[in-house]
């Protein structure tokens, strides 16, 4: 963690907000790097869930809802996280998260190192082992819409971006005529009040979430359940996440969220634990459209044209973190192996082995010196590749050097201006991963890299 923190950091891939003003805690700002990389995984979550299916359609809700949809979801009642105090240094815990401590999601599993509260844990501040009782603490954040602040007027940050998907299935399905099954998809910003943020972007207060609520036919969930489930740990891997940092956790039946039936956990080797959730697969059963209905007194049932039936669907929601996916592709490319040199040496090189459908740039344009001659040369090769794909221009420094740069960056080609240029007008191009070099004219180049990029 503290590699990959330092280069996110130094590559301009994540960096601490507020940072002149001493940082918020939980807080990060994605760079420029970063922004590109966040944004290719969105892109290629959209394009499998949406792009390339007939049966799902996109959505952006708003953030700030009805308070409504809230109290009729369940969230004002039972979204809340057990909440400590130590007595001695009065710091503030989620109790689950307390070392040694085996309860629901807590990522520690039942061993001989468990503990529970009564057993007194250890308060990983002063070292201490007394605390309050466990109390529930809300986890939405609250506000006020309009002039005056008081209760009228109270509204809430959303804690997630299902519910409107729910609150929108009607029109939704309307509108684009849709017939069951079929899934609404959405990208979008979450917020929580963590009590214990941390370990980097894996645990925010603000964060980026990529929901589908598939609906299905009630006796053809569970059936449904498990394709979603394979489709989900396919997407992955089939991005280069290696299938050894990955598992399925099915959920005990005393962590099941209040509206589900089941769930199974996509979880990675994150190295602050031993398994890290990534994304949830949940069968919601058909409980949010009933309470919608029922709080709302509209009408959220589907109508079967072919079997004439009407129905509340069943929901699969494969749930993804925006930020964590990033923190697991970043952990699982890093890596630092030894190169050689132009002099016939061997030194530490650090890569990114993304897959270059995630990589933020997908070629740096690198001219072998800073000379008059070779400038215009290679800003035109530039101007080539740009029009296609996110690309670098990097004249800063030994070519050596400016090779390393691009590594640590995941970028997968470059392209070097030399000047040989001048005279044959080919560009040396040099592969990320295997450091392979191909000498190819610059007319050639365009096709040359979109056989082997997005």
């Known amino acids: 963690m503290d590699a990959i923190t330092s280069l996110a950091k130094r590559r301009g891939f994540v960096f601490p907000s507020s940072e002149i003003y001493g940082g918020l805690r939980s807080s990060w700002d994605y760079g420029p790097l970063g922004v590109e990389l966040k944004n290719n995984l969105k892109r290629a979550w959209w394009r499998a869930m949406v792009q390339l299916r007939d049966d799902v359609v996109g959505l952006d809700a708003a953030v700030i809802m009805s ?6 979801s369940g969230h004002l009642e039972v979204f809340t996280d057990p909440l400590v105090e130590c007595l001695n240094c009065h710091q503030r815990f989620r109790a689950d998260h307390l070392p040694g401590v085996h309860a629901p999601q807590s990522g520690h599993e039942a061993d001989e190192s468990t503990v529970d509260m009564a057993a007194k844990p250890t308060c990983p501040n002063c070292g201490k082992h007394a605390f309050t009782d466990p109390r ?18 109270e509204v809430y940050l959303r804690p997630e971006t299902a519910q409107g998907m729910f609150v929108d299935f009607a029109t939704v399905q309307q509108t684009s005529r849709k017939k069951v099954p079929f899934g609404i998809a959405q990208i979008g910003k979450s ?12 645990r925010m207060r603000e964060f980026e979430q990529m929901e589908l609520e598939y609906f299905v036919k009630p006796g053809t969930d569970e059936q449904w359940h498990e394709y979603w489930i394979g489709e989900r740990m396919r997407w992955y891997t089939d991005l280069g996440m290696r299938s050894e940092h990955l598992r399925l956790r099915e959920h005990d039946s005393d962590e099941l969220s209040h509206y589900s039936k089941r769930t199974v956990d996509v979880e990675y080797a994150f190295p602050f634990t031993d398994w890290g959730e990534l994304e949830g697969i949940a069968n919601r059963t058909d409980f949010d459209l009933r309470r919608h209905q029922e709080s709302s007194g509209q009408d959220l049932t589907y109508f079967d044209p072919e079997t004439e039936e009407r129905y509340h669907p069943f929901v699969i929601e494969p749930a993804a973190g925006v930020d964590r996916a990033v923190l697991a592709f970043l952990l699982d490319a890093y890596r630092e192996e030894e190169a050689p040199t132009a002099g016939g040496k061997v030194e530490k090189r650090t890569v990114l082995g993304l897959h270059r459908d995630l990589a933020p740039i997908k070629a740096a344009v690198l001219p072998l010196s800073r000379n008059d001659r070779l400038v215009p040369q290679a800003r035109e090769v530039f101007d080539l590749v740009k029009t296609r794909w996110m690309c670098d221009y990097d004249d800063a420094g030994s070519i050596g050097r400016r090779y390393r740069r691009q590594d640590e960056a995941g970028t997968p080609y470059c392209v070097t201006v030399d000047f040989d240029t001048l005279d044959d007008r080919q560009v040396t191009v040099r592969e990320r991963d295997s450091m392979r070099q191909d000498r190819l004219p610059v007319a050639e180049l365009s096709d040359y890299l979109g056989e082997r990029l997005p």
């Open 67 to 72: 308070p409504r949809v809230w109290a009729a």
């Open 136 to 153: 529930n603490f809300n986890l939405m954040f609250k506000t006020h819409m309009g002039p005056v602040e008081d209760a009228s007027n």
């Open 191 to 202: 917020f929580r009040n963590e009590i214990t943020p941390g370990n980097f972007i894996y």
